[in-house]
Structure formats: C-alpha cells, structure tokens
C-alpha cells in the first residue's frame, strides 16, 4: 500500500469545540473521520468566549476563517473596585496577545463545523447527532452506542466534556469533577442602548477588552465583562463564592433579582448593566474542576479538552487547550501514520500536552486567591502571559514529531 495515502479510521466522542477542532485537524490530513454526538441539535450555549492568541495561531493554522468569527480585539483589562468604583487599567504586557479576540460561542462553533464537516481539505468528517457513546474499549478501538451498535476505529478520542465517559475507559474508573466553591451567572445582553445610559460609561470607555469588577469582603465575587459578535453584544459573567454546595447543577433562566441577591452591595453604576436588554436568557452555573489525571492515553484511545483538564474559567484558557490539543494531534497524525505508529504517536501526544494542560488546570484554580488576596495574577504577569498566550502549540507540535519520528518516516506536513 502507499504509506502517503493511507488514511486512518477515527472516532471523535464529543462535537464541542475540542471535538470539532480534532476533527477539523485530522480530515485535513485525509483521515477519515466521525464524530459521535449525545445531542439532537447540537449549539453552543449562548454566552459567549474569549479566544486568546494561543488559541487563535492553531485556529488560523486550521483555515478558520477570521470574518466568520465576528471577534472583538481583546487588548487589556480594565478592574474596578465593586465599591469605591476605583479602576486600574492593565494592557497585555506581550506583543502577541494583542491578537486575542472575544467570540460568541455560537459563532465560533459553527466556524468550527464548516471546517469539520464542509467543503475543504481531506474528506468531511461525519457528524452523527443524537448518538450518545455508552462504552468504549480503548484496547480494540471500538465504542458502544446507545442502540448496542458496536463502531470500530483506529482511533478513540475523547472529548465529552467533564463528565466524560471515555475518560472512565481510560483510566479504568469514574473520576468525577469535583466542586469548586464557585458558582456563576452567564448573560448576554444587547450592546446598541448601552452609550444611552451615562453610568455605564465605564463599559466603553478606555481600553478595548474585558472589565473586572471585584468584590469586597471574604468570599470570592468578581464581573467580567466583555462585548462580543463584532460588539453588538456584551457578555456578562458574575463569579460567586456558593455555599450551596455540589448539589446544584446549572440552572436556566436566572432572574435579575437572582443575581442582585448575590451582588448587591456593588457600586450601582456596576449593577446598572443588568438593565440592558437581554440577549438571551441567563443562567446560573456551578463550577466544577477534574483532578489531575494518571493518564490521557491507552491503546487507541486518548483524551482532550475539558474530558482531561476541566477547570475554573479564570484564566480564559480552557477551551484554548482543547484548540492546542486538537492541533497537535494533527500535527502527530500526519497522512500516512499507520496503525503501528499510534502508541508511540499518543506517548509524544501526552509527553507534549499533559504538563501544559495541568499548569492551565492548577494555575486556574491560583487565580481565585491570588484575586482575592491582592497578588499579582494573570493580567499582572509577564511570564503567565508569555506562558500562555505566546505559545505555538503546531510548532512545538512539530518539532516533538521531527525530533521522535522525522527521521524515520520521512513525512511531511
Ligand atoms: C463561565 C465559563 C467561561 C469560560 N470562558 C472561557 C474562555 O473565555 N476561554 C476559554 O478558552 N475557555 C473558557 N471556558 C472553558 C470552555 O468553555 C471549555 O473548556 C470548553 O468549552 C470545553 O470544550 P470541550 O469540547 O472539551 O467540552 P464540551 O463543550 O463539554 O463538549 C463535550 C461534548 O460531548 C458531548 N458528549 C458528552 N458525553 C457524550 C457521550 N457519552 N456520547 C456522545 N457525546 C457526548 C456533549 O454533549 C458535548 O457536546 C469557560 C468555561 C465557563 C464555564
Ligand atoms: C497592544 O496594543 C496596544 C494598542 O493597540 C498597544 O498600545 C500596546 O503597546 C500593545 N501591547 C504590546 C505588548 O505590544
Ligand atoms: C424565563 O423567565 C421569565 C420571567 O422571569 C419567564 O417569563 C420566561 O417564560 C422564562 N423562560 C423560560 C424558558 O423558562
Ligand atoms: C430567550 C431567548 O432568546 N432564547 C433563545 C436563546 O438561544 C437559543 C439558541 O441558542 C434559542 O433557541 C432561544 O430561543
């Protein structure tokens, strides 16, 4: 056979953003992929994302394009005190995070599944919706369908999300995500009225990015603001710290009265963008983290996305590694791998992307104290910043392929 046209066979359990970027990567370099989908209809929820530099490089590198997008630059942090209304603006301190920019979610997931599923390089991956993967044998390559339809496959990856199910076949056991104390509103509202209402001047004003506003006292409350969808919309988040504990799930449709009962001492410049026109309806979200894993790989089967590493969302680098992840496993299942390459393809997928997925984990949950107790955090950092939003995860991709098997195999990409 002809080493350059053989194409693997690859299951993708999960059509998020992790599973349509792999999915995405890997159709590019012939593979034939499916993806396997527990919803009917599948859309992101209505909130919206920050896309930061990291993430937008192997976007790029993909073929995403930046119009479809709709994103807002992200150029710096404006944070206020929730009571005096005091501000202190923070430009990012590395010249390649400039290039961050915020999306709606929606908008950015259907860029994701044109490139999955359209027109394009290599052969349009199949989406099959209201498929939920009830097992998987990672050994054999094979998952179990909700109907008892046994699928085959070179490749397993797993990108269901926090509650994943491949992860469990793994790792040989359930590994719940525990809770984090940290519970959140999400709306989005409608920007076009906002220069109408003199106090929110501080939403507009200054730098072109996020605003934070945080609250006083021991227990963790912060806004954060920023617009999206070419800024037609703002998109509100408002972090709490939640006695309810694990027991509550999300729940929709949160009330205006629900979110002032938990911020309502805040400067009421601040509350007055809970007067903006809703977008959509809001929710309220319970945070949960995954402990760090033994392993994200065994036999055919290997993880990414939040099924390895999900975490707070205050470094806004979540689905960002997800996007890493999925482009360096393009970049290590180049045409041409074949079946006996896999092990050694997933050992240099795990030696690549283990560390940096759990510094992103664990630095996550850092934020929450370091925020709360007045240490420098993100916006403050250079070196974070450098960390994360300068990396090139497809050229650290492929120099992990050249130095492990370039020689060997002589592809190219
Ligand atoms: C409030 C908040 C703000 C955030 N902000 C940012 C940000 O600014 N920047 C950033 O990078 N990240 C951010 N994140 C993190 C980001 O949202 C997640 O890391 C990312 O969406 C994870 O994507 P995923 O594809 O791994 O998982 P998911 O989006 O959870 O997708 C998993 C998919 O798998 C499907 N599935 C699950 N089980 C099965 C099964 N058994 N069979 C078939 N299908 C299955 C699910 O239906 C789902 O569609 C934020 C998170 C939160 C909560
Ligand atoms: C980012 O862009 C802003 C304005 O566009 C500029 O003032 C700033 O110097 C840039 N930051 C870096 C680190 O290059
Ligand atoms: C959301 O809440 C509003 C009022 O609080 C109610 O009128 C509406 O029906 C609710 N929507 C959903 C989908 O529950
Ligand atoms: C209240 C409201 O506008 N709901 C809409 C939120 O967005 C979803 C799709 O993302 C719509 O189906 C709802 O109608």
Redesign the pocket.
Known sequence: MDDSTFALSISV???????LTVATALRRNGHLVQI????EV?TEIG?A????SN?LRVLDHLGVSRENLKGVPYLGNTLFDAESGESTTLHWLTPGANESIFCHRSDLYEELKRLAIGEGEGPPAKLRLG????ACDPEEGTIMLHDGEVVHADLVLG???????IRTHIIGRVQKALDSGLS?F?AVYEADTRQDIPELQWLTAGVCGARSVRGRGDSFRMFFIYPCRSGTLVNF?GYYADSEGAARAWTPNASREDIIAEFGDFNPKFLRILDLPIHNESHR?K?RVLPQLPTWIRGRAAL????AH?TL?LL?????M?IEEAGSLGCLFPAGTRREDISARFEAYQNLRKGRGEFVETESLEQMSNIQHGRPAFFNSLEMQSNLLEYDAIEAAHQCFNERFGDKSGSQY
């Open positions: 359990v999960g059509a998020g953003i992790a599973g396997f989908e527990t919803a599948k909130a994302i920050s896309v930061p993430a498929t939920k993967v009830m990108a269901d999300g926090i509650h994943s199910i959140c999400r988040i979200w945070l990414l996305g939040d099924a999900a969302p806004g680098q979540g689905a960002a997800a």
